[in-house]
């Protein structure tokens, strides 16, 4: 992972788990289901946005890394990859 976005993806983290922690409090003081379940919306929007960042450095870095080399087998492995978390991820 390129180190800007290894940094970027470490505080968009980190305020994750503030976010978490949050909501813990919320459920713990009986707070109301839809302003529990509104922060609920907005953690799983700011970890689709990291997996989006995490991907975007991968298919710059790694799969164009396999694309450069000309090695079909590497190429294949990795598109079939990306293939599999992106099938994954839709679930």
């Given at each position: 992972m390129q180190t800007e976005t290894k940094n970027d993806c470490l505080k968009r983290l980190n305020r994750v788990e503030g976010q978490v922690r949050g909501l813990s409090r919320m459920v713990?003081?009986?707070?109301?289901?839809?302003?529990?379940?509104?922060?609920?919306?907005?953690?799983?929007?700011?970890?689709?946005?990291?997996?989006?960042?995490?991907?975007?450095?991968?298919?710059?870095?790694?799969?164009?890394?396999?694309?450069?080399?000309?090695?079909?087998?590497e190429q294949r492995a990795k598109i079939a990859e990306l293939m599999e978390v992106l099938g994954r991820s839709e679930r």
């Open positions: 713990e003081e009986d707070r109301y289901c839809i302003d529990v379940v509104t922060q609920i919306a907005a953690v799983r929007a700011a970890l689709r946005r990291i997996e989006e960042i995490v991907l975007k450095d991968h298919v710059g870095h790694c799969v164009e890394h396999a694309i450069a080399s000309g090695d079909p087998k």
